[in-house]
């Protein structure tokens, strides 16, 4: 049974960084992409940005580019979210998932973690 769990959430001040981990078990990961979203209090739940497990391949929404990047340590069944220069609006619960690729629709995808709070003050 696939699970995948989240943690590195908190509270920061906008422009600090923080790193998110997302543990995956029951996955071949080789098959999977792993992808961040994030939902904000009364919003959708949004695409941050996705790695395919098998080559490395990153995808990032506007709104975090050049600020957050995924990596991966396979060893450790672990994807992280690293992000920088975070702004107020960044504020939300983050979520990791996987799917066969590495689709923007949270729809596309049957595997889910419970979620961390990042929150960002001014």
């Known amino acids: 049974q696939a699970q995948l769990v989240e943690s590195g959430g908190g509270l920061v001040q906008a422009g600090d960084s923080l790193r998110l981990s997302c543990v995956a078990s029951g996955i071949t990961f080789d098959r999977y992409a792993l992808t961040w979203f994030r939902q904000a209090p009364e919003k959708e739940r949004e695409f941050v940005g996705s790695m395919m497990w098998n080559d490395d391949t990153e995808y990032y929404a506007d709104a975090v580019k050049g600020r957050f990047t995924i990596s991966s340590d396979n060893a450790k069944s672990t994807a992280y979210l690293q992000m920088n220069s975070l702004k107020r609006e960044d504020t939300a619960v983050y979520f990791c998932?996987?799917?066969?690729?590495?689709?923007?629709?949270?729809?596309?995808?049957?595997?889910w973690g419970q979620g961390t709070q990042v929150t960002v003050s001014s």
């Open positions: 998932a996987a799917a066969g690729g590495p689709y923007r629709n949270p729809r596309a995808y049957n595997y």
